[in-house]
């Protein structure tokens, strides 16, 4: 698998624009486009969309009803991007790509909507620098990567989310969906395309026969195109729903591809006989995999070049082992079903319930969603009602994601909620308490795919985490997401005659608890010293006594503790891994 990289020069000096050429080309990147005011550099120059000498496209850009990314452009449509200063991408396209043109009073940098392709920016001097990744942003740039310990508390408290700024000083992130109008009056950043848009009155797919057919089609579609540049992935298959998903609809393309099945010894880490089933029921390979304690060397598998310490170092080990599988299998890529939980809906709120109160067209889906909801979250009917009721008497609100300040510096609560608030947050009138549900979790999956190539998933893809699949889900009602006692049952239904019925309709999956928790227990005296000794307890992000109160006491480490000192744990050799290269 090819990874697109560019680096990018909008308003650079004579000197600085001679530094970032001089970069391209160690970095064996190409010129793709010039001007006096823009140059672009990349791996694939040839792979390009080019906008007449306006400007050009980076990465895979798909449309509606092709499965393969588009070679050319039309004049009409060249001229419809210009004109829209890129927004016009994001109507009419979807895929993973980074848009840079020229505009009359400068440059507009636009990135896709759940793109795998990072668009990462600094300011040198009078101009600014865009890259694909940390490095070669610093290769042009010639500034050393200095970590914003306030960022990078901020970070850990926020978890899942991900905003502009990044946890290292002075480098920013375009976000998916978003524009970078680059001026000599300043830089400045517009949130353009909203998953709220898909919501909006006249949207909905009110008919569930047609909901679910729609997203099967639309689903399998998005498949085949994301996974259309490789010819025999490998699909790591965990017997889930997500991944059986997955498995349904490259079947169902008739592709060729194997399966993959990575179990714990714990016997909630072992899903194999669920992955047997779909293995056998689409007519595919399954390869059968242990995962094992002893592989796991946090100093190496952590130090990630990502600009945020969001890595973790338990998935970094599973990409490390599918990737290996990959190689011997002769496939060129992973593929995996990351994000379809925040895609379809794996929600149990009252929120949902509520929606049926709000909406006329959900009133008679009131009972039913209520009883789903009690049964998944095993609570009380009139509980659900309850909440349900006061839920929709408070209306639309902002949705706030809950912070996670354990272990850290008493400040660290603090720092999250003052932080700039994630654009999808905030509803507009018309919300639904439930939409704004299913919107908040798709923050996670945006932070999951727009991270991008890094560490071990370099050939590693997530096609249910796309732009037209999320925008399909979100039009339809809250009151179809539910059914049988099951969440995710618009997707459920869809993709029941494709897959065996106990796959479709599973109750419960797998974790692998009990392998993280070996993982900490198996290294508990080297983390413990990692941690204690690191450049985080040095900077006063962690809070060092909590922390080795932890550590030493057994009993705190059977709940959640255990995967927070991961996290810092992951954290810490990201930071170590950034100052030492």
């Excluded at 850990?156 to 998916?176: K, P, W, Y």
């Excluded at 507009?428 to 908040?440: C, D, K, M, S």
């Excluded at 927070?564 to 992951?570: M, N, S």
């Amino acid at each position: 698998m090819k990874n697109d990289r560019f680096l990018a020069a909008i308003g650079l000096s004579e000197a600085d624009r001679a530094q970032l050429l001089a970069a391209a080309s160690r970095n064996e990147l190409t010129i793709a486009f010039e001007t006096p005011e823009v140059v672009v550099a990349c791996n694939d120059p040839a792979a390009t969309l080019q906008l007449n000498d306006d400007g050009l496209v980076i990465g895979p850009v798909y449309q509606s009803g092709n499965h393969q990314r588009l070679t050319a452009l039309s004049d009409d449509t060249r001229r419809a991007i210009l004109k829209s200063a890129g927004t016009r991408l994001f109507e009419a396209f979807w895929g993973a790509y980074v848009g840079i043109l020229r505009t009359p009073n400068g440059a507009s940098l636009v990135r896709a909507p759940f793109g795998r392709l990072p668009c990462l920016f600094q300011r040198k001097g009078p101009g600014t620098i865009a890259a694909s990744d940390i490095d070669l942003l610093r290769s042009a740039s010639g500034t050393p990567f200095i970590l914003d310990f306030e960022e990078i508390t901020r970070q850990l408290a926020l978890g899942d989310m991900r905003l502009v700024t990044t946890s290292l000083s002075g480098i920013e992130e375009l976000r998916g969906g978003s524009r970078l109008l680059v001026e000599p009056a300043g830089m400045r950043l517009e949130n353009v395309w909203s998953p709220w848009s898909s919501v909006a009155a006249g949207k909905s797919i009110d008919n569930a026969d047609d909901a679910v057919r729609r997203l099967r089609q639309q689903c399998i579609a998005s498949v085949a195109a994301r996974t259309s540049d490789l010819s025999n992935p490998l699909l790591m298959l965990s017997g889930g729903l997500d991944s059986s998903i997955l498995a349904a609809s490259l079947a169902a393309d008739d592709r060729t591809f194997s399966c993959l099945n990575l179990a714990t010894r714990d016997h909630a880490g072992d899903e194999r006989e669920f992955a047997r089933r779909v293995a056998q029921h689409v007519k595919r390979p399954l390869e059968e995999r242990r995962m094992a304690v002893a592989e796991y060397d946090f100093a190496r598998i952590g130090a990630v070049r990502t600009p945020r310490p969001v890595a973790r170092g338990y998935q970094q080990l599973v990409f490390e082992m599918a990737s290996q599988v990959a190689g011997e299998l002769g496939c060129d890529g992973v593929v995996d079903g990351g994000g379809g939980d925040n895609v379809f809906c794996s929600l149990r709120s009252a929120a949902f319930a509520a929606d049926c109160l709000i909406d006329p067209d959900g009133i008679h889906h009131f009972r039913q969603v209520r009883d789903d909801i009690a049964h998944l979250a095993g609570a009380a009917r009139w509980r659900v009602s309850w909440k349900a009721r006061r839920r929709a008497w408070q209306g639309a609100r902002p949705y706030k994601l809950q912070g996670d300040s354990r272990l850290l510096a008493r400040d660290a609560q603090a720092l999250a909620d003052t932080g700039a608030v994630h654009p999808w947050l905030a509803p507009p009138e018309f919300a639904l308490p439930g939409r704004g549900a299913h919107i908040a979790i798709l923050i996670a999956a945006q932070g999951y795919v727009e991270d991008g190539p890094h560490g071990t998933k370099l050939n590693c893809i997530a096609p249910l985490v796309t732009q037209p699949l999320i925008e399909l889900c979100l039009a339809i009602p809250s009151w179809h997401w539910f059914a049988r006692g099951n969440n995710r049952a618009a997707a459920r239904t869809a993709f029941e005659t494709l897959l065996p019925p106990e796959i479709a309709w599973r109750q419960g999956k797998g974790n692998p608890e009990s392998f993280l928790f070996s993982l900490l227990e198996r290294n508990r005296a080297a983390i413990t010293d990692h941690l204690l000794g690191g450049i985080l307890a040095s900077a006063g992000v962690i809070d060092t006594t909590a922390l080795a109160r932890a550590l030493r006491d057994t009993e705190r480490l059977t709940g959640t503790t255990y995967g927070r000192i991961l996290h810092l744990l992951d954290a810490e050799t990201w930071a170590r891994g950034i100052m030492e290269n």
